[in-house]
């Protein structure tokens, strides 16, 4: 039964699919296409996903989705010497951890399949002699060893590669009966022109010239070949067929097929059917502007996720921004926002891959699904614990953890520290302390021996000298640890840690810009503040050195809060023991009046400690 033509589309019937194929135009201002588009990726199993096809698989994704079109999945499989077992299944794997799901493809089928080429020869074969019956294509019965004396010729003669056409004059009957008989051949594509097409990316493309090359010994031409003499079809016939066949309305692929699209398009013309849009997307390349290989960064997308710990939406994201511009104030974008957002905005220059960037987005991701919470943040808690079993013992773990489950410790340590997050061997590294009992702390120094300036001579000038005695310091860390376990949390931490008033423990200093009250020029009330200032930046200071070896890291109520009650006061007795010497030293041993310690600031807390 003929299908009807659609009156409002401009269509092509193809009688072997029975389908057709419509022509869309683009929104000059969004540069996406005004109706739905059927886009699709079409890997070939030779080997795994990497950068480069999973930006290529992201583009066809996006423009799908952004027009509330489909994504189709297609296993290119014509050549099977160069498929890798098993490379299929971990295609689908790759593709699905990204969270580019098909919406037609292996596993999921839809209405145009089968989706492995391997399995649709007979479709091909049918088109091919289509193109026969139309004079478009005629069979070549060259032997391989005929065409290799012409190759060799023409190479010694310095001659571009070319075919004769010995074959393309042979009448309808000689040809069929040869066929007929068994004779072996190949079907080739008689091309008399490749014509110009214009590419979403770099427009008007193509020389349009001739095929035919008159040179001094004689013509030769491309026609390429369409099936092979085993009955399989050559990657160009399976490409056109399917993406024909498949409605396909746009063909984004990168720029090392843009030498094959005219002639794609010229067997769109010998089979009459209306072309899908193509766009290219370019090379990408190195910081020394070097194509990616295995040596830089286009490695397997297994690395990025198992080597790395680099998550799907850091890649995804990574992905997208090369080449592609968007209007965002920010680039980092979630795959559902990039679904909302993406153009045809693609830059036409070699694209530079940069690890810096990378690292910035997995920084940024961390931070969103430490905030959301979720499946995402779940996974990055998982793996954190792997990496923390992998260094620590249970011995080592257990005086922490106390009565918590480890992933119960971790969630609030990486919230805390979500802003820092590379990978989870980097995490548990830089925040080392806080998996063990055994702290290496360097020698206490306070933070205002730091403020000393070298003279230029080389001299140590004292600008500031100590200021808060260590007495001090003991005196309000010990007060911190008053707080009981119910109130043990960040807000209570906080909010002790800054209304402490430690400022009349500080001794004035002949250079000290924070001198006391007593300094004629200044008001009671600035010096105040300015004392107050000093001690809390000291203890700050001895915090840090307290409860984390001064390792930077959550700040010291997150870090309070994680490390818990008990061994928050563990660290600043250890702490208060290895300083308990300094205490003798002058101007460090006692609060400057001797006075009991004021715990009036804890409020109602001070009363239950
Ligand atoms: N099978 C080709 C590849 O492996 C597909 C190229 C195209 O998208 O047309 O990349």
């Not at 949390?489 to 000290?512: A, C, F, L, Q």
Request: charged share 25%; aromatic share 8%; with cysteine.
């Amino acid at each position: 039964m003929k299908r009807a033509r659609l009156a409002h589309l401009p269509s092509w019937i193809c009688s072997r699919c029975r389908s057709f194929s419509s022509s869309s135009t683009l929104n000059a201002s969004s540069n996406i296409p005004n109706a739905p588009a059927r886009t699709r990726f079409a890997p070939s199993p030779t080997g795994y996903l990497h950068l480069g096809s999973l930006r290529t698989a992201l583009f066809n994704y996006l423009l799908a989705k952004r027009t509330n079109g489909q994504f189709l999945l297609r296993i290119e499989d014509t050549d099977q010497k160069r498929t890798i077992p098993g490379a299929e299944q971990q295609l689908y794997n790759d593709l699905q951890w990204a969270g580019l799901n098909w919406d037609e493809g292996p596993n999921v089928g839809g209405p145009y399949g089968p989706y492995r080429q391997s399995e649709r020869t007979a479709l091909y074969r049918s088109h091919a002699h289509d193109l026969i019956s139309n004079g478009h294509a005629y069979r070549c019965f060259c032997s391989p060893e005929r065409l290799d004396t012409l190759a060799r010729h023409r190479n010694e003669s310095g001659l571009p590669p070319g075919y004769d056409r010995q074959c393309a004059d042979l009448s309808a009957e000689e040809s069929d009966e040869r066929a007929a008989n068994g004779e072996a051949h190949v079907v080739r594509l008689k091309i008399e022109q490749y014509p110009m097409y214009n590419d979403l990316v770099y427009g008007k493309t193509g020389h349009n010239r001739p095929v035919n090359k008159l040179d001094l010994i004689d013509r030769v031409y491309d026609d390429p070949i369409l099936l092979k003499s085993d009955g399989h079809p050559t990657y160009h016939l399976a490409n056109v067929v399917d993406d024909h066949c498949m409605k396909i309305t746009h063909v984004i692929r990168g720029t090392e097929w843009m030498p094959s699209t005219p002639m794609h398009v010229a067997l769109y013309k010998a089979f009459k059917w209306t072309p899908p849009r193509f766009g290219h997307v370019p090379l990408l390349v190195d910081h020394d502007r070097q194509k990616l290989s295995k040596r830089n960064a286009d490695i397997d997308l297994s690395s990025f996720r198992d080597k790395q710990g680099i998550f799907p939406a850091t890649l995804v994201n990574f992905a997208a921004l090369l080449g592609w511009s968007h209007t965002r104030k920010s680039d980092v974008l979630s795959l559902e926002q990039l679904e909302q957002i993406f153009t045809l905005k693609i830059t036409k220059g070699n694209t530079v891959v940069s690890p810096e960037k990378l690292w910035f987005l997995q920084k940024a991701h961390a931070q969103r699904f430490a905030t959301t919470g979720g499946p995402q943040f779940d996974e990055m808690v998982a793996r954190a614990c792997r990496a923390v079993k992998e260094s620590y013992s249970a011995d080592q773990l257990n005086p922490i953890l106390q009565s918590r489950s480890l992933e119960a410790y971790i969630g609030p340590l990486l919230r805390a520290d979500a802003k820092s997050y590379t990978t989870a061997q980097e995490f548990v590294q830089r925040n080392s302390t806080f998996f063990t009992t055994t702290l290496k702390r360097p020698p206490y120094s306070p933070a205002s021996s730091s403020n000393e300036k070298p003279s230029p001579a080389g001299e140590q000038t004292q600008t500031q000298t100590h200021t808060v005695p260590i007495s001090a310091l003991h005196t309000a860390a010990a007060a911190l640890s008053f707080v009981p376990e119910s109130h043990w949390n960040v807000e209570t931490h906080r909010y002790n840690i800054s209304s402490y008033d430690g400022s009349d423990t500080v001794i004035p200093t002949s250079r000290s810009e924070h001198s006391s009250s007593s300094d004629p020029g200044v008001s009671p009330e600035k010096g105040k503040i300015a004392a107050d200032k000093t001690f809390k930046k000291e203890l700050y200071h001895y915090l840090r050195w307290a409860l984390s070896a001064s390792a930077p890291g959550p700040g010291i109520p997150e870090t309070m809060e994680i490390l818990g009650r008990v061994e928050t006061v563990r660290r600043l007795r250890e702490a208060k023991e290895l300083t308990a010497s300094m205490a003798g030293r002058p101007g460090q041993n006692q609060a400057k009046d001797g006075k009991e310690e004021d715990r009036s600031w804890m409020g109602s807390l001070a009363s239950r400690s």
